[in-house]
T-cell receptor
Framework: RKEVEQDPGPFNVPEGATVAFNCTYS??????FFWYRQDCRKEPKLLMS???SGNEDGRFTAQLNRASQYISLLIRDSKLSDSATYLC?????????????FGTGTRLLVSP | DTEVTQTPKHLVMGMTNKKSLKCEQH?????MYWYKQKAKKPPELMFV???????INESVPSRFSPECPNSSLLNLHLHALQPEDSALYLC??????????????FGPGTRLTVL
């Protein structure tokens, strides 16, 4: 089983739609969680950190469910510019250093 | 300044060449990283530097040689690479290497092609 699993997609949605991605992680000791966005042939860019209490940044909402070991990302009112690959990233505790474990990414395509 | 810069953007080299990739950050971060990313795959960690010391080498072949001249700079020296080493090489930095919650910021990467 992979440490971090995501549905690769692609998710094809029209502009204005709401779309949700889930991600599961296997290491229950994981302590930090992030969503990164990666455009084609570009570097990953931090979208948001994910906290147990949930957090929102404009049209983006991230949630963490520690009991079920999954993380979600909700995008409301999708824009064409949201088309990208969304990477779920987890950091484990006790590794002594900050090793990011990446999911394989979920591809989102927003169409007019 | 929340930027990690990398040079060159693109590099084509032969299997007998020696070249270096450079990475720089001026955010006062004490941890720097090298990742390798193949097409349609997530980044794979290669090396971690913490306070200018190599902390982690993820079993990377010796034809890749990292160097951290100071807290702002990270190099990756390349020698006798193979065509399968062609990939996007990403540098990242974070405030600290240990603990939780330290977000990593990535540079734009060097797209390497080995002929």
């Amino acid at each position: 089983r992979k440490e971090v699993e995501q549905d690769p997609g692609p998710f094809n949605v029209p502009e204005g739609a709401t779309v949700a991605f889930n991600c599961t992680y296997s290491n229950s000791a994981s302590q930090s969680f992030f969503w990164y966005r990666q455009d084609c042939r570009k570097e990953p860019k931090l979208l948001m950190s994910v906290y147990s209490s949930g957090n929102e940044d404009g049209r983006f909402t991230a949630q963490l469910n520690r009991a079920s070991q999954y993380i979600s990302l909700l995008i409301r009112d999708s824009k064409l510019s949201d088309s990208a690959t969304y990477l779920c990233v987890v950091i484990g505790l006790g590794t002594g250093f900050q090793k990011l474990v990446f999911g394989t990414g979920t591809r989102l395509l927003v169409s007019p | 300044d929340t930027e990690v810069t990398q040079t060159p953007k693109h590099l084509v080299m032969g299997m007998t060449n020696k070249k270096s990739l450079k990475c720089e950050q001026h955010m006062g971060h004490r941890a720097m990283y090298w990742y390798k990313q193949k097409a349609k795959k997530p980044p794979e960690l290669m090396f971690v530097y913490s306070y200018e010391k190599l902390s982690i080498n993820e079993s990377v072949p010796s034809r890749f040689s990292p160097e951290c001249p100071n807290s702002s700079l990270l190099n990756l020296h390349l020698h006798a690479l193979q065509p399968e080493d062609s990939a996007l090489y990403l540098c990242a930095s974070s405030f600290e290497a240990g603990g939780s919650g330290n977000e990593q910021f990535f540079g734009p990467g060097t797209r390497l092609t080995v002929l």
